[in-house]
């Protein structure tokens, strides 16, 4: 399949933007935050209001909150944010990776995306030609099951990585 940026994204690119942190996660003017919506786990994921994500106390509490999350996720939070953190991860990975030889040409070794979510790092991944298998690990069933329709990752796994994972001793 064609891995297209979405339409409220520019196109990826091999180099990563200068900046910080911080600046990958602000939200654009436009976003239009809702302050006043009702708290969660009431209120549907839709804006990019991190509030909920920041008081989470336990797993079953990401898993709820990441359920209601999941179908509005790439659409919604991430592309109201112009969230680059998985391209400028991408691009950082496959310049180090040229740079030590580990990559040359996109094919290299295979990726583990830990908190794979809807797939965001292997979408971009991906766009930027990475040919590899890609891995991914995610606590939330529902944001997997985003991902797994993206068709990138060789294998999705379900699992709480502060716990042993699935398979091991």
Known sequence: SKIMPGPARPALRAQAHPGS???????????????????WPYRAMTNPDLSGAYALNSAEDCRRLYAEWAGSYDHGWAATMDYRLPAEVAAAFLRAGSQSGDCAGGSGGTVL??????????SALRGLGFTGPIDGVDLSADMLAVARRKGLYRTLIEADITRPLPGSA
């Open 21 to 39: 942190l911080a600046k990958l996660t602000q939200p654009r003017a436009s976003s239009g935050l809702d302050k006043t919506a009702s708290p």
């Open 113 to 122: 995306d830990v908190g794979a979510g809807t797939g965001l790092l292997a």
